[in-house]
Structure formats: structure tokens, C-alpha cells
């Protein structure tokens, strides 16, 4: 059982930057691959980044791909998403997600066992 914490979000100007964090308490952090998704208001929750257990593998969506960083820390059982160039359509509902089986459909929802509560991310223009 893994219990998740986001934390970060917050109200950013467009092209601004804000960096989300995600706590992760529990056993086995280290076996789980974790991953960001989002949800705006209306729409369905979408695939952001997916990053491996050990971190040498890293998958992003192509709407924030060479904007968005995501990184772990194993030591501190926490996980970052680092959102550069931020767009108004960024704007969502951030979730942190892990997910302990191996799985080519990262990017659906379905494929993770544990979600956090969610940040909120605004990005004004």
C-alpha cells in the first residue's frame, strides 16, 4: 500500500515555471514505476509522465514534452514534475499516480494502482 501527497500547485503567469512534488508513504517506493496525470474541468484524465522505478526511463506526453521534467528521489520517496513554459491550456488538476506491474499502457489511468489527492495548477494569461 502506497499513499501519495501532492503538493506545489498554486497560480502561475503563462510561460511561467512551478514545480510539483509528490510524498509517497508506504512500503517499496523504490518497486514503483510513479506517473502525472491531469484533469481540466470537463475533460477526462490525461496522461502527463511516467517515469521507471529506477528512473532511467522516462515517457511524456507530446503536449508537454521538452517543457516538463519528471525526476524521483528514492531516498526521500518522493517524486517532481518540473513545468517550464507553462500555457494557459496547462491548466488541471494534477494527480500523482504509482503503479507496481509492468504495463505499455502507461498512459492510461487504468494502468496505475495508487492515486494522490490532486494540486491545482492555474495558468493565467
Known amino acids: 500500500q502506497v499513499q501519495l501527497v501532492e503538493s506545489g500547485g498554486g497560480l502561475v503567469q503563462t510561460g511561467g515555471s512551478l514545480r510539483l512534488s509528490c510524498a509517497a508513504s508506504g512500503r517499496g517506493f523504490s518497486n514503483y514505476a510513479m506517473g502525472w496525470f491531469r484533469q481540466a474541468p470537463g475533460k477526462e484524465r490525461e496522461f502527463v509522465a511516467r517515469?521507471?522505478?529506477?528512473?532511467?526511463?522516462?515517457y511524456y506526453a507530446d503536449s508537454v514534452k521538452g517543457r516538463f521534467t519528471i525526476a524521483r528521489d528514492n531516498g526521500k520517496n518522493t517524486v517532481y514534475l518540473q513545468m517550464n513554459g507553462l500555457k494557459s491550456e496547462d491548466t488541471a488538476v494534477y494527480y500523482c499516480?504509482?503503479?507496481?506491474?509492468?504495463?505499455?499502457?502507461?498512459?492510461?489511468?487504468?494502468?496505475?494502482?495508487?492515486w494522490g489527492q490532486g494540486t491545482q495548477v492555474t495558468v493565467s494569461s
Open positions: 499516480a504509482a503503479s507496481a506491474r509492468v504495463s505499455s499502457s502507461y498512459y492510461s489511468p487504468s494502468a496505475w494502482d495508487y
Open positions: 517515469i521507471s522505478w529506477s528512473g532511467g526511463s522516462t
